[in-house]
Every structure is written in C-alpha cells, then in structure tokens.
C-alpha cells in the first residue's frame, strides 16, 4: 500500500486555533493544530465531547472562522465544489419530497431544471433510494432519511465529503449497513472523506487513518494509519487490536490529563 504522506494533501491545516468570548470570559476550543489529508484519503476523527470535533468542520466549512494559523484547500479542479457536509441530523425539509430535497444544493449551480433532477437521482441511485424519490422525509427511517442527506452532499459533486457523526443516532443494524454503504460509495467515487465519530470501532473499521483529538482546547494527540487490507471484515482480530491500542493510548493520555472519554 503506498504511504499516504506520498501523495499531495488536499487539506493542510497548520497552527489553527480558534476561541470565543462569553460573558467575559474567553474559551479556546482548538490550540496548535497541524494535519494534513491527501487526495481520495479516509480520514476519522475521534474526541470526547466537547475537543473541538465538529469545530473543525465547521471552520473547513468557512462556518466558523479561526483566530490563528491557517487552512488550504486544494481539491481536483474537476470538482464543482470543493466540500459538502453531511451532519448527524439529516436536517431534510420536511414540506419538499426526497427528489426535491436532494436537489436543494443544486439550486444554485445555474444548471437547468432537468439537469438538476438527473443529478439528484444519480445520486439517490448511488446511495440506493432512486425508487423513494417520491417519497416525503416523514415516510422514511431513521438509515433512509441520513442516505437521502449523503445523496444531497453527492449530488454537488464535492471533492472532499465532511461527516460529522453521521451514524450516531441510528441503531446499531443500521449503523453497520450505512458504514458498509460508505464504504461502496467511497470506492466507487474515489472522494476524500473527513468523517468525525465517538466511536473508535467504527473509525477503524472505515478509515485509511485514525486522527485523535485531546484536551482543552483540543489538540492533536495521536495519529495511527489503518494498514488493515480491504475488504475489511467486521469484527476482525486485527482491526480489534487496533481499536483496542488507539483505546489504551487515549485512555492513559486521558488519565493524565484528567479527561474524560466516551470510548
């Protein structure tokens, strides 16, 4: 398998710190973070509560912005948009069907009315719901509704896929079936993939790389590359050993830094 440190990053985040003031008083979220992810990489993120996660998103996102160091950007000049954003809610409009949802983010491309539905069902057939087009969100589960949020973030063919615990609320079937899913979309679409989760299993078992933050304000503490094969089974002794090595590092990292993680 070649190094992922071999191929250009299409994320480079040097010295970003990012804080707020509250009544006074002035919170530091993030401190002196450096990380790098290459083209076509699949990269967790893994942090209790709280580290700065989701923050991390949201600055790549331009949503929120930092107070120190730097991010660049530099996705395939093929790509339309450079990022879309998948979040833990499926956040889908409740009073617009599954196609017409799916076509929210196009609205804007400047591309015709046709072109947008053709797109949109592209993308409901690539994550396996083109036959629920019709549907409205309140007609689907919990697993349907969070494929017709990732159609919509594939459907404005974005270089690189932010997920912000995607899965987290779904029961564990469901989970699974969704996290294999990724898997197929990922190998098919070769798109980068920033994916933040509490679970380190489920970052193991997905990822090219296991990122984890620690500490207040987070920072990088760990960094350990899956070199697992693909297909990976679930349940592995060797992705179980991994998980349980990133496991004991964070937990005796936590325990000096008196930090508590959901593990």
């Not at 069907?97 to 046709?114: D, M, Y």
Request: glycine share 8%.
């Amino acid at each position: 398998m070649e190094a992922v440190s071999a191929q250009a990053p299409v994320i480079s985040i040097r010295g970003l710190g990012l804080s707020f003031e509250q009544d006074g008083r002035r919170t530091e979220v993030l401190r002196g973070l450096d990380l790098d992810i290459a083209g076509g990489e699949f990269v967790a993120i893994v942090g209790s509560s709280g580290v700065g996660k989701s923050t991390l998103l949201r600055v790549l996102m331009g949503l929120a912005k930092p107070t120190s160091g730097s991010v660049e950007i530099h996705p395939d000049a093929a790509a339309e948009r450079a990022l879309a954003m998948v979040f833990q809610d499926a956040r889908l409009l409740p009073w617009r069907r599954v196609l017409s949802n799916v076509c929210l983010g196009l609205e804007k491309t400047g591309a015709t009315r046709a072109r947008r539905r053709e797109r949109a069902l592209k993308a409901l057939n690539l994550v396996g719901l083109r036959e629920l087009a019709g549907r409205w969100p309140h007609q689907l589960s919990g697993g349907q509704r969070q494929r017709v949020a990732l159609a919509r973030a594939l459907a404005v063919e974005p270089a690189i896929l932010l997920m912000d615990e995607p899965f987290s609320a779904l029961d564990v079937a469901t989970r699974e079936n969704l996290q294999d899913e990724l898997i197929r979309i990922r190998a098919e679409t070769g798109k980068t993939i920033l994916f933040v989760t509490h679970d380190i299993d489920e970052a193991v078992y997905l990822a090219d790389r296991v990122v984890a933050l620690g500490g207040k304000p987070g920072e990088v503490r760990a960094v350990r590359v899956i070199d697992a094969p693909r297909p990976r089974k679930r349940g592995a002794w060797a992705l179980a050993e991994i998980s349980q090595a990133i496991k004991a590092g964070i937990t005796a990292e936590a325990a000096a830094a008196r930090e508590d993680w959901v593990i």
